[in-house]
């Protein structure tokens, strides 16, 4: 087995789990009021998850990749240098998902979860654009959401320089229906970010790694390289 095969391998596998992974993340708040209110489009906890960035961007887009990765791997069907061409090139589609996995959760992370931004928990109040996720800017980025005693939209806030003060951070228990939102919202698209995150490193790896198997070739059977 050479390096390029041993590490399609663990691509491959690495891949499979992230996969898994992006995609229960993303079924949970979906199902969240489903399995508390029998309500499945008056959701609560956040418009983003019905952008689908775990099942979609980190799920279904990488699905391809994950195949090929593993069908190229020693003993695989695919142990050749146009298997190891196309597990490089199928890793292109994985890092676009990944990013608009990422992209969605840092732009859910920054605006917070729907009780903290309109009094209708509902998705009638969600806006889906893409134009939303290119408006991300990081020097905007806050978790004061997550972090502050109550969220509540700027509009009805009576004294904003006090609810901007630090010392009053907390981090949330799990005593009030917000704070259970708003950890349960945390928790969702961090883990989704951070998938995000392993899965572009994973894909671009294997770009590499990929075509340099496809130059190279592959470890030697019966004799010949392949």
Known sequence: MTCCEGWTSCNGFGLLVLLLVGVVLNAIPLGFDLVKEAHIFQNPISCYEWWFPGIIGAGLMAIPATTMSLAARKRGCCNNKTGMFFSSLFNI??????????????????????????????????????????????????????????????????????????????????????????????????????????????????????????????????????
């Open 93 to 226: 589609i994985t890092v676009t998902g990944a990013v608009y996995c990422l992209l969605v959760s840092l732009q859910a992370l920054s605006q917070g979860p729907l009780i903290c931004n309109t009094q209708e928990n509902g998705t009638a109040s969600c806006q889906f654009s893409l134009k939303n996720i290119s408006d991300i800017h990081l020097k905007s980025f806050s978790l004061q959401w997550f972090f502050n005693d109550s969220c509540v939209t700027p509009t009805v806030l009576k004294n904003p320089s006090k609810n901007m003060d630090s010392s009053n951070w907390r981090i949330p228990s799990s005593n009030s229906e917000e704070d259970q939102h708003r950890i349960f919202h945390f928790s969702v698209f961090l883990g989704l970010l951070l998938v995000g995150i392993l899965e572009v490193l994973f894909g671009l790896s294997q770009i590499v790694i990929g075509f340099l198997g496809c130059l190279c070739g592959v470890s030697q059977r019966r004799g010949q390289i392949v």
